[in-house]
């Protein structure tokens, strides 16, 4: 009975991800934060917010995270698990929902999370969250869409936010070299680009980026290793500050957001390793991180 439950409980997540049904993730709480709030007028313009228990006075730093897809796929309520892990580390933490594929084109899926974050940052301290302190983070097709964010500044540009207000990028598992376009997934998102080459985050790697913590798994055979390899060294190159890669050994593509839930951080330390980051990141222009709660 129990293995049917757990089966059940972690299917729906898994099947969008690619990996079979073996462990369960437990739903978000929500303490004290909010669903379904409105970011936009078109009904998937909508994000969950998670705020620490016991949050006291004190800001708390804010974690903006952008699910993955293929650009076609996901919702907000199957990731709660991120919202969970990361709000009991002391992070506000934002998962919104935006537009997909076929309904909507490149770079329409982007600039609803440009109109996302300019929400949260005029927001967020109603729910205890520091607009000053917002990070970025991403898996898959959402990593794409955060790191896009992060390096091209047209699109925070476009909605009133300067680069240098995003504090730290993660990027999980992301595409972020792929031309061609040469698979179906990639040609229904961005077949319609007028430039291709502006696609593409590595072509924007740039001195002032903030600092990035690029993970991937060594068996990810979805979103091949090399992206986030090439994306490092060309950050690198570009003279970027703070550039951290890492490949978890034996993790397929699902694994680096998996393991981030509550009954799979066996897998890998995927969760400590993002909250040690955010903790230590300095962006260059904004100075020292906030104080955090809860396990380093």
């Given at each position: 009975?129990?293995?049917?439950?757990?089966?059940?409980?972690?299917?729906?997540?898994?099947?969008?991800?690619?990996?079979?049904?073996?462990?369960?993730?437990?739903?978000?709480?929500?303490?004290?934060?909010?669903?379904?709030?409105?970011?936009?007028?078109?009904?998937?313009?909508?994000?969950?917010?998670?705020?620490?228990?016991?949050?006291g006075?004190?800001?708390?730093?804010?974690?903006?995270f952008?699910?993955?897809?293929s650009?076609?796929?996901?919702?907000?309520?199957?990731?709660?698990?991120?919202?969970?892990?990361?709000?009991?580390?002391?992070?506000?933490?934002?998962?919104?929902?935006?537009?997909?594929?076929?309904?909507?084109?490149?770079?329409?899926?982007?600039?609803?999370?440009?109109?996302?974050?300019r929400?949260?940052?005029?927001?967020?301290?109603?729910?205890?969250?520091?607009?000053?302190?917002?990070?970025?983070?991403?898996?898959?097709?959402?990593?794409?869409?955060?790191?896009?964010?992060?390096?091209?500044?047209?699109?925070?540009?476009?909605?009133?936010?300067?680069?240098?207000?995003?504090?730290?990028?993660?990027?999980?598992?992301g595409?972020?070299?792929?031309?061609?376009?040469?698979?179906?997934?990639?040609?229904?998102?961005?077949?319609?680009?007028?430039?291709?080459?502006?696609t593409q985050?590595?072509n924007?790697?740039?001195?002032?980026?903030?600092?990035?913590?690029?993970?991937?798994?060594?068996?990810?055979?979805?979103?091949?290793?090399?992206?986030?390899?090439?994306?490092?060294?060309?950050?690198?190159?570009?003279?970027?500050?703070?550039?951290?890669?890492?490949?978890?050994?034996?993790l397929?593509?699902?694994?680096t957001?998996?393991?981030?839930?509550?009954?799979?951080?066996?897998?890998?330390?995927?969760?400590?390793?993002?909250?040690?980051?955010?903790?230590?990141?300095v962006?260059?222009?904004?100075?020292?991180?906030l104080?955090?709660q809860g396990?380093?």
């Open positions: 009975m129990a293995t049917r439950i757990v089966r059940r409980t972690i299917a729906p997540l898994l099947a969008g991800l690619g990996v079979s049904a073996c462990a369960a993730l437990r739903p978000g709480r929500l303490t004290d934060g909010a669903r379904d709030v409105a970011y936009g007028l078109h009904p998937r313009q909508r994000m969950d917010i998670y705020v620490p228990s016991g949050r006075s004190a800001p708390k730093p804010v974690v903006f952008v699910y993955g897809g650009w076609a796929n996901g919702a907000k309520e199957t990731y709660s698990f991120v919202g969970d892990a990361l709000s009991a580390r002391g992070f506000v933490t934002v998962i919104a929902d935006y537009r997909l594929v076929p309904e909507v084109h490149f770079p329409v899926f982007i600039e609803d999370g440009a109109q996302a974050l929400f949260v940052r005029d927001n967020i301290a109603r729910f205890g969250g520091a607009p000053e302190a917002i990070h970025l983070m991403g898996h898959s097709a959402g990593a794409y869409n955060a790191m896009m964010l992060t390096l091209d500044k047209r699109y925070l540009a476009a909605v009133g936010i300067r680069a240098g207000d995003v504090r730290s990028i993660v990027g999980l598992s595409p972020y070299d792929f031309l061609p376009f040469d698979i179906d997934v990639t040609k229904e998102a961005f077949g319609n680009a007028r430039d291709p080459v502006r985050p590595i924007f790697a740039r001195r002032d980026a903030p600092p990035v913590f690029l993970a991937t798994g060594s068996e990810d055979t979805t979103v091949l290793p090399r992206n986030s390899e090439r994306l490092a060294l060309a950050l690198r190159k570009a003279g970027a500050r703070s550039v951290s890669l890492k490949i978890y050994q034996g397929g593509h699902a694994g957001a998996t393991a981030l839930s509550r009954l799979l951080q066996w897998q890998a330390p995927v969760l400590d390793d993002v909250v040690m980051f955010l903790k230590t990141s962006h260059p222009v904004m100075g020292t991180e104080q955090l396990k380093s």
